[in-house]
């Protein structure tokens, strides 16, 4: 149970295209979902935390406009890369948690390049 | 605010040799402690938890106790595997249930 699932798991775009990323909740209903940036030598960004119906909050330097976060149900929440450069190529980790529980269950991740 | 310190690696260890990754936090309360790891091209698996001072969460092997007193969860193996080579988070939840996460540790094991 409580599985995770991203896509796509790599995609290559030019710069200046918007990419969007999904994250779904396949067996359980995420109150919560969280997007991540891993940078090289693994340390991992908390980008911004989502909750169903309601608006991202988004970690201090996190630009919102350029990474729009919808999170339009329960087992959906979508991460969009607009005007990508290639400096937001990285790797995009969602996770995501039920309501009370502080545990949190990671998608696969997606590898973005951004040419 | 809340902060997770992990021992810098990578460590690298031979087939069969026992394993420790030290890691401390800073956190108002008694937040609930955890392990994640991560293989190569992957997202993170939780490894084990504990939500509780001295509790001890266990895993295929993996070990680590709340330490409250030291403000511990330190992650040991007693004899770790080739399949073992991996990163390894340590991370906390407190009450907000936003969590916070070390560095990561890379992992490797020789045969």
């Known amino acids: 149970g409580a599985v995770v699932s991203q896509h796509p798991s790599r995609v290559i775009c030019k710069s200046g295209t918007s990419v969007k990323i999904e994250c779904r909740s396949l067996?359980?209903?995420?109150?919560?979902m969280f997007w991540y940036r891993q940078f090289p030598k693994q340390s991992l960004m908390l980008m911004a935390t989502?909750?169903?119906?309601?608006?991202?909050?988004?970690e201090q330097g996190v630009e919102k406009d350029k990474f729009l976060i919808n999170h339009a149900s329960l087992t959906l929440s979508t991460l969009t890369v607009t005007s990508a450069h290639p400096e937001d190529s990285s790797f995009y980790i969602c996770?995501?948690?039920?309501?009370?529980?502080?545990?949190?269950?990671f998608g696969p991740g997606t590898r973005l390049t951004v040419t | 605010g809340d902060s997770v310190t992990q021992m810098e690696g990578p460590v690298t260890l031979s087939e069969e040799a026992f394993l420790t990754i030290n890691c401390t936090y800073t956190a108002t309360g008694y937040p609930s402690l955890f392990w994640y790891v991560q293989y190569p091209g992957e997202g993170l698996q939780l490894l084990l938890k504990a939500t509780k001072a001295d509790d001890k969460g266990s895993n295929k092997g993996f070990e680590a106790t709340y330490r409250k007193e030291t403000t511990s969860f330190h992650l040991e193996k007693g004899s770790v595997q080739v399949s073992d080579s991996a990163v390894y988070f340590c991370?906390?939840?407190?009450?907000?249930?936003?969590?916070?996460f070390g560095r990561g540790t890379s992992l490797i094991v020789h045969p």
């Open positions: 991370a906390l939840s407190d009450l907000s249930y936003i969590p916070t």
């Open positions: 067996d359980f209903q995420a109150t919560t």
């Open positions: 989502s909750n169903e119906g309601s608006k991202a909050t988004y």
């Open positions: 996770s995501a948690s039920l309501a009370g529980v502080y545990e949190q269950y």
